[in-house]
């Protein structure tokens, strides 16, 4: 039977209900911080076991790349990557949101996700057996100069800053060593405690990094949260011009993410991150990047949705899953007695057709649901009120956070790191490096180890790393990503020096705006980190040797960086006010309030295994409440606002109770 021919088999009512209700469940559960794709997927397994096999396949297949897709919501209206993959779709998206254009966001994202799907999809179904090969021919050495590949973007986000980027990079490399080593089985940097042997949970500390700075922030200023649309709506009709406008860079990224996909380990949050520091070195408007650029979103929703087409490659040709949602399917597949292997396509053809054309449908259904699901989502959350905003998008990032494990020590985690990321963002330590740095870390560690075992096992080491020709490739796309961001902006700097007027001889000689002056909150800072950069070095020191060497590769690294940033300072001039003083600027202008939520949310999760989840969060609820209100609104206002906690407090847990399955922590009150 021709190929073609199973598409009949994916149109009966059946399969089109489970591939319209799998993209819809994905969608809002991507949506939902914490709540990851793998998660859904997980829980829904069991259900498919009563269907035949091509039905529950398309129904995991349409959850999974619904909840790929659903991420972009919550990076674009709350800064906070849904789902690991959309953490570029921050970068842009929510700036746009900011600026009253969040609904045309959202249209971009879901039209670029649509045709990345496809792509994908239509990959996978023409030209699996042959891509299956290229995940063969990528070795430990390419995945380590893959993953530097994806540390280059720090240059682009980095810009006139790209010293603390690049620390702030070894300090998420930093944390991507804590718990057991991924080569040699070390355990490192725990401190002693149990709760670190299993590392820093990777969607703990993006929510934490990303989403807990943007509810301090949330609670400082009575201004909302989001600039309602002039415009108004979605704005569809501008999204498809833009996107058909930059149609190569939809084909390119989706192509990039497609063949990244293929790769075992990579995964969506590493096509994002490529695709888009490809999209930004190929812009003519490179500054434009980060502050609210279309193509920004462009490139990572087009990617990311991807590589959902491309994982299943190596998944049902090879027998290696691509990501971990990849491999619960896999396990699924396994359970219903279907062979994996490059004789499925022949021996079950059936099958793995009829659910390829699944989840290209699934793909184009994304388009009307997710268009309709964030119709709604966006104009809510322009619309509510700040004093119930702040106490939601707070109990989300708990629950987020708390349900990825079962344990409340990820949310602990999560605030804690949370804070930290705010404090280190004031003094220009921005969290995408360090997020950056901790995505990336167990696959650069894996494939640098490695790779250096076997140059020194051979005698080989200078030639494994760089002797391989698409190791080659990727450290010259690397180089060409690292430097072009710095040799743009200071051609920039250039240019505006000549075209600049020079000035009369009776003009007042006042001191360059240009010029920067000593930043000496940096070089306490950067003192610190070379003292953590001497603490990592010297902890390596009783690890292995295998556990030891990017340890202390990055210890070096960090020292250095540090003292370049000290020696930036000193031989800047010394202002009159400098960054000592944002600190003071941050209390002036609604410090308290951020005081008293870091308080609350911290008592909120050391409390919850004491108290319990319930009553712990319409508590903590009511008080963000109070603490984010602006206004003075009548007592009845007050009644419906307490209600509203109460209710979506008792609704999220009832929900993780028992639909979810999660194990609830047992306190004195549920």
Same mark, same amino acid.
């Given at each position: 039977?021709?190929?073609? !021919?199973?598409l009949?088999? @994916?149109?009966?009512? %059946?399969? #089109?209900?489970?591939? =319209? /209700?799998? +993209? *819809?469940?994905?969608?809002?559960?991507?949506?939902?911080?914490?709540?990851?794709?793998?998660?859904?997927?997980?829980?829904?397994?069991?259900?498919?076991?009563?269907?035949?096999?091509?039905?529950?396949?398309?129904?995991?297949g349409?959850?999974?790349?619904?909840?790929?897709?659903?991420?972009?919501?919550?990076?674009?209206?709350?800064?906070?990557?849904?789902?690991?993959?959309?953490?570029?779709t921050?970068?842009?998206?929510?700036?746009?949101?900011?600026?009253?254009?969040?609904?045309?966001?959202?249209?971009?994202?879901?039209?670029?996700?649509?045709v !990345?799907?496809?792509?994908? @999809?239509?990959?996978? %179904?023409? #030209?699996?057996?042959? =891509? /299956?090969? +290229? *995940?063969l021919?990528?070795?430990?050495?390419?995945?380590?100069?893959?993953?530097?590949?994806?540390?280059?973007?720090?240059?682009?986000?980095?810009?006139?800053?790209?010293?603390?980027?690049?620390?702030?990079?070894?300090?998420?490399?930093?944390?991507?060593?804590?718990?057991?080593?991924?080569?040699?089985?070390?355990?490192?940097?725990?401190?002693?405690?149990?709760?670190?042997l299993?590392g820093?949970?990777?969607?703990?500390?993006?929510?934490?990094?990303?989403?807990?700075?943007?509810?301090?922030?949330?609670?400082?200023?009575?201004?909302?949260?989001?600039?309602?649309?002039?415009?108004?709506?979605?704005? %569809?009709?501008?999204?498809?011009a =833009?996107?058909?406008?930059?149609?190569?860079?939809?084909?390119?990224?989706?192509?990039?993410?497609?063949?990244?996909?293929?790769?075992?380990?990579?995964g969506?949050?590493?096509?994002?991150?490529?695709?888009?520091?490809?999209?930004?070195?190929?812009s003519?408007?490179?500054?434009?990047?980060?502050?609210?650029?279309?193509?920004?979103?462009?490139?990572?929703?087009?990617?990311?949705?991807?590589?959902?087409?491309?994982?299943?490659?190596?998944?049902?040709?090879?027998?290696?899953?691509?990501?971990p949602?990849?491999?619960?399917?896999?396990?699924?597949?396994?359970?219903?007695?279907?062979?994996?292997?490059?004789?499925?396509?022949?021996?079950?053809?059936?099958?793995?057709?009829?659910?390829?054309?699944?989840?290209?449908?699934?793909?184009?259904l994304?388009l009307?649901?997710?268009?309709?699901?964030?119709?709604?989502?966006?104009?809510?959350?322009?619309?509510?009120?700040?004093?119930?905003?702040?106490?939601?998008?707070?109990?989300?990032?708990?629950?987020?956070?708390?349900?990825?494990?079962?344990?409340?020590?990820?949310?602990?985690?999560?605030?804690?790191?949370?804070i930290?990321?705010?404090?280190?963002?004031?003094?220009?330590?921005?969290?995408?490096?360090?997020?950056?740095?901790?995505?990336l870390?167990?696959?650069?560690?894996?494939?640098?180890?490695?790779?250096?075992?076997?140059?020194?096992?051979?005698?080989?080491?200078?030639?494994?790393?760089?002797?391989?020709?698409?190791?080659?490739?990727?450290?010259?796309?690397?180089?060409?990503?690292?430097?072009?961001?710095?040799?743009?902006?200071?051609?920039?700097?250039?240019?505006k020096?000549?075209?600049?007027v020079?000035?009369?001889?009776?003009?007042?000689?006042?001191?360059?705006?240009?010029?920067?002056?000593?930043?000496?909150a940096?070089?306490?800072?950067?003192?610190?980190?070379?003292?953590?950069?001497?603490?990592?070095?010297?902890?390596?020191?009783?690890?292995?040797?295998?556990?030891s060497?990017?340890?202390?590769?990055?210890?070096?690294?960090?020292?250095?960086?540090?003292?370049?940033?000290?020696?930036?300072?000193?031989?800047?001039?010394?202002?009159?006010?400098?960054?000592?003083?944002?600190?003071?600027?941050?209390?002036?202008?609604?410090?308290?309030?951020?005081?008293?939520?870091?308080?609350?949310?911290?008592?909120?999760?050391?409390?919850?295994?004491?108290?319990?989840?319930?009553?712990?969060?319409?508590?903590?609820?009511?008080?963000?409440?109070?603490?984010?209100?602006?206004?003075?609104?009548?007592?009845?206002?007050?009644?419906?606002?307490?209600?509203?906690?109460?209710?979506?407090?008792?609704?999220?847990?009832?929900?993780?109770?028992?639909?979810?399955l999660?194990r609830?922590?047992?306190?004195?009150?549920?």
């Amino acid at each position: 039977m021709d190929i073609f !021919g199973y598409l009949l088999d @994916a149109l009966t009512p %059946l399969n #089109l209900i489970l591939a =319209l /209700a799998g +993209v *819809a469940l994905g969608t809002v559960i991507g949506a939902l911080p914490g709540l990851s794709a793998t998660m859904a997927v997980a829980v829904l397994v069991p259900f498919t076991f009563t269907m035949n096999p091509a039905a529950g396949l398309i129904a995991l297949g349409a959850i999974y790349t619904g909840a790929i897709y659903g991420g972009a919501f919550a990076a674009i209206l709350v800064n906070t990557p849904g789902t690991p993959s959309s953490i570029a779709t921050t970068f842009d998206g929510f700036p746009m949101a900011k600026r009253g254009d969040g609904g045309l966001a959202v249209s971009i994202a879901t039209i670029a996700s649509v045709v !990345g799907g496809i792509v994908g @999809a239509v990959a996978l %179904l023409l #030209l699996a057996p042959p =891509l /299956a090969k +290229v *995940a063969l021919t990528f070795g430990p050495t390419e995945y380590f100069w893959l993953a530097v590949f994806g540390l280059t973007l720090i240059a682009a986000l980095s810009v006139g800053n790209t010293i603390k980027g690049l620390i702030g990079a070894c300090i998420g490399l930093f944390l991507s060593l804590i718990g057991v080593a991924v080569v040699g089985g070390d355990i490192r940097y725990t401190l002693g405690m149990q709760r670190f042997l299993g590392g820093i949970d990777l969607t703990s500390a993006i929510i934490g990094f990303y989403c807990m700075p943007v509810i301090l922030d949330l609670v400082a200023t009575a201004e909302p949260h989001l600039k309602p649309s002039a415009q108004g709506g979605l704005r %569809l009709r501008e999204g498809f011009a =833009l996107t058909t406008k930059r149609k190569f860079l939809l084909l390119r990224s989706s192509v990039i993410g497609t063949v990244i996909g293929i790769l075992p380990g990579a995964g969506g949050s590493i096509a994002g991150l490529v695709s888009y520091s490809e999209a930004r070195r190929s812009s003519n408007e490179p500054k434009t990047f980060g502050k609210g650029n279309p193509d920004g979103i462009i490139a990572t929703e087009a990617a990311n949705n991807a590589t959902v087409g491309g994982g299943f490659v190596p998944t049902l040709v090879l027998g290696i899953p691509g990501t971990p949602p990849d491999a619960i399917i896999l396990g699924a597949l396994l359970v219903q007695g279907i062979k994996i292997g490059p004789t499925l396509f022949t021996t079950d053809a059936p099958v793995v057709y009829t659910f390829i054309w699944g989840l290209l449908i699934a793909t184009l259904l994304m388009l009307p649901v997710g268009l309709l699901i964030g119709r709604y989502a966006y104009a809510s959350i322009v619309k509510v009120p700040k004093a119930v905003l702040a106490p939601t998008v707070a109990l989300l990032t708990i629950i987020g956070s708390f349900a990825i494990h079962s344990n409340v020590e990820d949310a602990q985690l999560m605030v804690g790191l949370g804070i930290l990321a705010w404090f280190l963002s004031r003094y220009g330590f921005q969290p995408s490096p360090i997020v950056l740095g901790l995505v990336l870390g167990s696959i650069a560690e894996q494939g640098f180890v490695q790779t250096w075992l076997i140059g020194n096992a051979s005698g080989r080491l200078p030639e494994m790393f760089f002797g391989r020709p698409i190791s080659i490739g990727i450290v010259v796309a690397a180089l060409i990503t690292l430097v072009f961001p710095i040799w743009a902006d200071w051609k920039a700097k250039r240019r505006k020096q000549l075209e600049a007027v020079p000035a009369s001889d009776d003009t007042d000689a006042s001191i360059d705006p240009a010029i920067k002056i000593r930043d000496i909150a940096a070089v306490a800072f950067a003192a610190g980190f070379l003292v953590l950069g001497l603490g990592i070095w010297m902890g390596a020191s009783e690890m292995s040797m295998l556990g030891s060497v990017f340890p202390r590769t990055i210890a070096v690294a960090l020292g250095i960086f540090s003292l370049l940033l000290i020696v930036q300072n000193i031989q800047r001039p010394v202002g009159l006010a400098g960054p000592a003083d944002r600190i003071v600027l941050a209390l002036d202008m609604g410090g308290n309030r951020r005081l008293l939520l870091g308080a609350v949310m911290l008592l909120w999760v050391f409390l919850v295994p004491m108290i319990g989840f319930l009553v712990t969060s319409i508590a903590a609820f009511i008080t963000i409440t109070a603490i984010a209100n602006y206004d003075r609104p009548p007592l009845s206002t007050w009644v419906v606002w307490i209600a509203a906690g109460a209710a979506i407090c008792t609704g999220f847990w009832w929900l993780m109770a028992n639909i979810l399955l999660l194990r609830m922590p047992d306190g004195l009150l549920f």
